[in-house]
Every structure is written in structure tokens, then in C-alpha cells.
């Protein structure tokens, strides 16, 4: 790899080459490969762990080895793009999540697979903050807006297409082809990036801060372990607060060292920006809500309705083909009247969306969830595109590696605050309500099968092979108990979406220059 990273040449451009909507195009087939892995991925997950003998847990570190690896490198990356090139950096990001989605389905063990995904999460890690800089330096000024429209746009159609493809090749081919799909895909989005791209990098960095990088490192490996264990063990348990011990202290001295590094990791003067803090926190929120939420709808289509993995993605297809057209709307909004009102607004709309789905009935019908799904699509696309562009946009073109890095971590670590907090909540409800939906029959169970009872009730599941006189007390108890905790973890949801909608009010729009940095702010 530094052999990789080597300063890039001054060779001469080619027709067409830095052509900022062949640049978008470029790009989006890369972050289009990394979508549809992480929608595909869970979708596969239940016949991975039949065919490879996975438990439960090995089945979570196939997802959260992943998120490891990019939430701790994802500013690292952004980084190394700023001083080596951005599309050098993206290149091998999308070499590299090709190949190493081609070693997985060529793998027969579990241990090898969960290594090979936190190996692709290192290579996601340098393709997308890659991507978010070669727009941003692609689309200056006013343009940013549309370009980020575009770019939620075909984010929208990635995932649309995700769990309906994921479903179809899982169960007509096998879980290896959900894996296989990347090689073609990353195939032609190198030859693409090849063509289409300029190089850029920073003249005014020269060396990476690697006292940054290893406790930034630190920090957000605390971090997110921290989230992905607390639904586990507690978290009020020793591990879990120490692990989040170590992020404050660690995190401490990651601040205290960029204050003094010369050519910091992170320069904190991006922060001193109000709108940059805002974006980041918007971005957080947003994905808390997202996220979380889907997470627990899977469960609810699969393990309460019965849903086949392709029924599940065409009932979640309302989302995330809304987004297909909202995002591009959203853009040419967020230009027009700034993006106070489009965030504040989507949060709203967000907010609503949530709600109507904590109303939702056990015999809830396509209908039911399709309408807040279609208000989802409206409410997350403004939060999205104006959030990106006030991350991305905001900072100068020298740091906008780093700023996708934040943009990047902001939505990875909202996305698994927001899965293991409202699991926590959910898990919490359904143990509270699981033996009174029982009655009676929960006096002849014993204690232990009971708690074992209660943590597949939290995924709306019961256990197969029951004595058909029990099947219809533990199945009716398992699934009235995780929708209760369903519920409660959409009012959560809706009050993180209203919180969201008061921040975006102090977002500023401020004069933009073609070519420069944005300021919003």
C-alpha cells in the first residue's frame, strides 16, 4: 500500500477526465458496491449461519467486525486521500472490496469470512470519504447542492435494489453470490474511475500524523466496541464502562494532541465552524433514526409476518425508491432556499413517519407500512443531502478527504447508537411485558427457558419445534411482547427525529465562491 500511495503523477489529463457528472458517476458505482453488500449481507446472514454452522454471535461479528473496521479508519482515510491523492485512495478502496468480496465467497469457515469482512471494512474505509472529496472538488460552489441530490439519489436506488437483488440471488443461487455481485461491479467501477477521474491532493500537507491515527484509533474502537457489546452485557457492566471509559480518557488526549500537532489528524479548527458541529451532529441523529429503526422492521417482517427475505425488501421498497426521487429534489431545495428549513422540515417529516410506525398492528398490511416508509423517504433525503453538504462543503478543498471521513463516521456511529440503544429499549420492553402475554402457561416453564424465551421474543421470534398444545401461547406471547417493543423503540425514534429538527434551526446558509470552500455559518 505505500507503495500505492506514492505521490501521484503530473501526467496530463484525458478527454473527459475530472467531467464533474463523470466524476459522479465514477464514484457512485464504488459506494453503489458498498451499498448493496451491506444491504445483501444481512439478508444472507440466516443461511450463512446454516451452511458455515455460525452462531449468533458469529453471525453478529460477520456485521460488526465490518463496522469496526471502517468506523475506526474512516477518518485515517480521508486523511491519507488529502495527502495521497483522492483518486489513488479511492481506486484501492474499490480494488480492495472487490477482491476481498471475492475471498469470501470463496471461504468454507466462518472465522476466515469475519476476517476477510473486517479486511473489506478497511478497504470501504478508503473509498468512501474518497468519493465524498472527488465530488466535493468536482462540484464547487452552488453545485454542490445538486451533486449531493444526485448522489442520495443513486444511494436510493442502491438500496432499493439491494434487498430485492440479496433476496432473489440468496434464494435462487446461493449466499456466496451476494458477494460474488461486487467483483463486476468493482470491476467496472475501476476501469470507470481510471478513465473518468482526476488526482488531487492537498500541496499543503506533507506527512500523516500517526500519534493522531493510533489514538484516534483507539478511541473510536472503544467507541463503537462499547455499542456493539452493551446490548450484551449491560450497560451498566464493567466491560461496557470501561470501554467507554477508555474513549473519554483516550478521546481526551486525541484532542489534546491535535491541538499541538503541526499537521494535525484532525484539524479542530473545523469545528470552530457552527454549521460543521451541526452537520455532524445531524448526520448522528439521522442515522440513530434510520438505522435503528430499520433494524427492527426486518425482524418484524421476517419473524412476525413470516416474510420471505425478498417479501421483506419489496415491502421496505416504498423507502428506499422514494429516496430515488426525493434526494434530487432535495438538492435543488437545499440551493434555493438554504438548508435550515429542508432539514428542519424532513426531521419533522421524519418525526411523523416514526410515530405512524409505533401504531403499527401485528396484522399490519403492505399499506400500513408503505405510507411512513414513503414519508421516510421525504424526511431522511433533506437531512442526508443537506447534512453531507454542510460536512463536506464547509471545509476547504485541502480537507475534504477528512470531512467525508466525518461524514462517514457521524452516520456509522449513529447507525449503531441507534441499533444497540433501541435494542436495549426493545429488549427492555419485551422482558417487562413477555410473562404477562404468557398467563398461566408461564408458571410451568422453567426460569431459565423463560429468559431464553424473552431474548428470541426481542428479535419477534419463537422457537421452532414446539409441542403444538404450547406452540400458540409461547408464538402469541413471543410476537404481542415485541411489538409492545417495537412501539416504544419508534417513540424513541420520534423524539430523536423532533431533537434533529431544533438543531437544523441553527444551521446558517452564508455566501458561497466557486472554487472555494463553502461557509455555511
Known amino acids: 500500500m505505500a ?3 506514492a505521490a501521484p503523477s503530473e501526467a496530463p489529463e484525458k478527454p473527459g477526465q475530472g467531467h464533474p457528472w463523470l466524476t459522479l458517476l465514477a464514484v457512485s458505482l464504488g459506494v453503489i458496491m458498498v451499498m448493496l453488500d451491506g444491504t445483501v449481507v444481512a439478508i444472507a446472514n440466516p443461511v450463512i449461519g446454516q451452511e458455515l454452522n455460525a452462531s449468533l454471535a458469529d453471525l453478529q461479528w460477520v456485521t460488526s467486525g465490518y463496522l469496526l473496521a471502517l468506523a475506526v479508519f474512516l477518518i485515517t482515510a480521508g486523511k491519507l ?11 484501492i478502496g474499490v480494488a480492495g472490496f472487490a477482491l476481498t468480496s471475492l475471498a469470501i465467497g470463496l471461504t468454507s469457515s466462518i472465522e476466515a469470512l469475519i476476517a476477510f469482512r473486517v479486511l473489506q471494512g478497511l478497504f470501504g474505509a478508503l473509498l468512501q470519504p474518497a468519493a465524498l472529496a472527488l465530488l466535493r472538488l468536482a462540484f464547487p460552489g452552488d453545485r454542490l447542492n445538486m451533486a449531493m441530490g444526485a448522489w442520495g439519489g443513486i444511494i436510493g436506488l442502491s438500496s432499493a435494489a439491494g434487498p430485492i437483488v440479496g433476496g432473489l440471488l440468496v434464494e435462487n443461487v446461493s449466499w456466496q453470490s451476494v458477494f460474488f455481485i461486487n467483483v463486476p461491479v468493482g470491476a467496472v467501477a475501476l476501469a470507470m474511475g481510471l478513465w473518468a477521474l482526476r488526482e488531487n491532493r492537498s500541496k499543503l500537507l506533507a506527512r500523516v500524523d500517526w500519534p493522531g491515527v493510533l489514538l484516534l484509533s483507539i478511541t473510536m474502537f472503544s467507541l463503537v466496541w462499547a455499542i456493539i457489546k452493551a446490548p450484551e452485557w449491560g450497560w451498566g457492566d464493567t466491560g461496557t464502562l470501561l470501554s467507554l471509559g477508555a474513549t473519554v480518557v483516550v478521546g481526551a488526549a486525541f484532542l489534546f494532541w491535535q491541538s499541538r500537532a503541526k499537521e494535525p489528524l484532525l484539524p479542530l479548527t473545523l469545528f470552530r465552524n457552527v454549521s460543521f458541529s451541526i452537520g455532524t451532529g ?21 419473524g412476525v409476518h413470516g416474510l420471505t427475505p425478498l417479501e421483506s425488501g419489496i415491502r421496505m421498497l416504498p423507502m428506499s425508491a422514494g429516496m430515488i426521487v426525493a434526494s434530487p429534489l432535495a438538492g435543488l431545495l437545499i440551493g434555493k432556499v438554504g438548508p435550515r428549513i429542508p432539514i428542519a422540515g424532513g426531521m419533522l417529516i421524519t418525526a411523523t413517519a416514526m410515530f405512524l410506525m409505533s401504531r403499527l398492528s401485528i396484522e399490519a398490511e403492505f399499506i400500513d407500512s408503505a405510507i411512513p416508509f414513503a414519508l421516510l423517504a421525504f424526511g431522511l433525503s433533506p437531512v442526508f443531502v443537506g447534512a453531507t453538504e454542510i460536512i463536506v462543503g464547509n471545509a476547504p478543498p485541502s480537507l475534504a478527504g477528512v470531512a467525508g471521513g466525518v461524514q462517514n463516521s457521524a452516520m456509522q456511529v449513529g447507525g449503531a447508537l441507534g441499533t444497540a440503544i433501541l435494542g436495549a429499549v426493545v429488549a427492555a420492553k419485551v422482558s417487562d411485558v413477555y410473562v404477562g402475554y404468557l398467563g398461566p402457561a408461564a408458571a410451568a416453564i422453567p426460569p431459565d427457558q423463560i429468559e431464553g424465551l424473552k431474548g428470541l421474543a426481542s428479535v419477534g421470534m419463537a422457537p421452532p419445534g414446539l409441542p403444538e398444545q404450547v406452540a400458540g401461547v409461547i408464538t402469541n406471547a413471543s410476537h404481542l411482547s415485541f411489538m409492545d417493543g417495537l412501539h416504544l423503540g419508534f417513540m424513541v425514534s420520534t423524539g430523536v427525529a ?9 444551521v446558517k446558509a452564508g455566501r458561497k465562491t466557486e472554487g472555494a470552500a463553502v461557509h455555511i455559518g
Open 3 to 5: 507503495q500505492a500511495l
Open 282 to 302: 445531524l448526520m448522528i441523529l439521522m442515522a440513530f433514526s434510520m438505522f435503528g429503526a430499520m433494524f427492527f422492521l426486518t425482524f418484524f417482517f421476517q
Open 498 to 506: 423532533v431533537l434533529a429538527a431544533v438543531l437544523a434551526l441553527l
Open 81 to 91: 486521500g488529502d495527502l495521497f491523492g483522492h483518486k489513488r485512495v479511492f481506486l
